[in-house]
């Protein structure tokens, strides 16, 4: 039933359209700036390392007074704003690439400045989405989402490499560009007004509102949990992505056309997880599939660093990742956000929200610097099973704290709903 209406939500409807077009284009996007460094600009394992930073240090410096911003104004135009930048931004690499002038320092401007874009969009998009639906439709509308992102990842993988090799990865952005285009325009149709935001008379402060969001955070011992699983689970995902192109295509030899294919068939994992996952989390628990789901997908993980070649066995391998990896992967980040969603209060959700994206980003610098190191000190193959034995254990601190232990019910409550000498008991199923 609950899909039914949200399938006849007009506004929800244009939400989703936009975020479909956008994503389809950014994965698309995100490959070719990664094939731009290796086989256009010849990058070496510490040069991704630095344009990985370059994706996480402005977001990191940014996020917290993105919450701020979020929870201030309203948060359409926030995202309309964001999504206008980042098409101009984009736009400047192909146009670069056309009279021969692409360089490392441009690459790294341009995705300095979109990682800040992107945070804002981020934070406010996910302070929007309990706005726009009903708490009891936002699993459903998470699910909604990953279906496209997934569907978009079939597409826009599979589409990218084949693009590179075509008309190079430079022009493959554009699409890219194009895509936040559309973003902008399917947002700003969005009929519906947003409640009035608390005048400037009620403002607190920068410093002190950044504060009233940490303690929101801090006050809620599952969200704590969640945290502290979520950054090793951070470091250990750049430990094994950052270095993962470069072992794909320099150390396997695979071409991009072929890598393009096997990245969509992670594409399908991910759609047909994301088309069942309410399902799956109302049957298992929102606690227990979030404790699964991650150690799962280290586990697939360590199907990539066993290959060796571009032979056969290599491509059932790095196909095995993708099919239980990104299965896994979806079903964890469809849970936890909804989870994020349905336990915050709404008037600090952009700054709980965005301290959240603070930790994760904090952890992602570490692991994407700590894989640049290693990929030089101990070998890229050694270091990505490093990061998949760390994300089973993230996986491990999950199982073993009060999130593997929550219901549903619970998941609909804040924490501050619970006598703390009760929560465990009423949480337990």
């Known amino acids: 039933m609950q899909r039914n209406l949200l399938l006849r939500h007009p506004d929800f409807l244009k939400l989703w359209t936009g975020e479909t077009i956008s994503v389809f284009g950014s994965r698309m996007g995100d490959v070719a700036v990664s094939f731009a460094a290796v086989i256009s600009l010849g990058a070496t394992p510490f040069q991704m390392s630095m344009l990985s930073s370059a994706r996480i240090v402005p977001a990191l410096a940014f996020s917290l007074f993105a919450g701020v911003w979020v929870d201030r104004l309203r948060r359409r135009p926030l995202l309309i704003a964001a999504d206008l930048g980042r098409f101009a931004l984009l736009a400047t690499i192909p146009a670069a690439a056309l ?70 990865a430079p022009f493959a952005i554009l699409i890219d560009a194009l895509s936040f285009l559309a973003s902008a325009v399917a947002i700003a149709a969005i009929g519906k007004t947003e409640k009035a935001m608390p005048p400037r008379s009620h403002r607190a402060g920068m410093i002190r509102e950044i504060a009233q969001g940490a303690r929101a955070f801090r006050s809620d011992r599952r969200l704590m949990a969640l945290a502290a699983a979520s950054a090793l689970g951070a470091i250990s995902y750049n430990l094994f992505s950052t270095l993962y192109m470069l072992f794909v295509v320099n150390a396997l030899g695979f071409k991009p056309g072929v890598l393009g294919m096997i990245f969509a068939v992670g594409g399908v994992s991910s759609l047909l997880t994301a088309l069942i996952a309410t399902r799956v989390i109302d049957r298992v628990g929102m606690g227990r599939i979030i404790a699964i789901a991650l150690p799962l997908e280290g586990l697939a993980w360590m199907l990539v660093p066993m290959a060796h070649g571009a032979t056969a066995t290599a491509v059932i391998l790095l196909i095995g990742q993708q099919l239980l990896g990104d299965c896994a992967g979806t079903i964890y980040q469809i849970a936890t956000t909804t989870l994020v969603q349905t336990i915050t209060d709404r008037t600090v959700l952009g700054r709980v929200n965005a301290t959240i994206s603070f930790l994760g980003l904090a952890s992602t610098l570490i692991g994407i610097l700590l894989a640049g190191a290693l990929g030089e000190l101990i070998g890229i193959r050694p270091t990505m099973f490093a990061g998949s034995i760390g994300l089973m254990v993230a996986g491990l601190m999950l199982a073993s704290s009060p999130i593997a232990r929550l219901g549903n019910a619970a998941a609909l409550l804040p924490q501050s709903e619970f006598p703390a000498e009760t929560d465990r008991r009423i949480i337990e199923k």
């Open 99 to 168: 009279v021969g002038a692409l360089r490392f320092p441009q690459l790294y401007a341009v995705i300095l400045a979109v990682a800040a874009l992107d945070i804002l969009f981020q934070v406010a998009y996910r302070a929007y989405l309990p706005s726009l639906v009903s708490r009891e439709d936002l699993a459903d509308a998470n699910s909604k989402m990953s279906a496209s992102f997934a569907a978009a990842e079939v597409g826009g993988f599979g589409l990218s490499g084949w693009l590179v090799q075509l008309v190079t």
